[in-house]
């Protein structure tokens, strides 16, 4: 079971940046082509900024051509969790930080092999840790 981390709103504010707390604390969703990790192709884990818990190995991401870092599983099945999401008149499946609820993006069933999953994330809810291939190539 993940441990789950909870903070007052104040304390989320003052962690993190304004569109980090529009994204994950307010359900936001960053312009199309726009995050700082949607064309990304460094190695490495993407972590939840919020509360640091590993959610996807950039060895899952994909140019799903939409304009949001997509991946097409989770680095650890435990740490994203799916809600039912019906705003907008639509219904989608919204995913979730397993640890302290930090709202990620949305899944869908259009998404490649093997999973046939597109994990559509907001660069906003994400932070890259390179991954010791990287650092040795500096």
Known sequence: MTEKIVKSETE????????????TREAGTEPAFSGKYWK?????????????????????????????????APADEKNVVQ???????????????????????????????PTGLRYCMNSAALKLEASQEKEEKK
């Open 12 to 23: 989320w504010r003052k962690e993190l940046t304004p569109e980090e707390y529009r994204v």
């Open 40 to 72: 990304t192709k460094d190695p490495g884990t993407y972590h939840c900024v919020c509360c640091g818990a590993p959610l996807f190995e950039a060895t899952t991401k994909f140019d799903s051509g939409t304009g949001w870092p997509s991946f097409y």
């Open 83 to 113: 809600h039912k999401d019906s705003s907008y008149g639509m219904v989608r499946t919204e995913a979730r930080c397993a640890s302290c609820d930090a709202h990620l993006g949305h899944v869908f069933e259009d998404g490649p092999a």
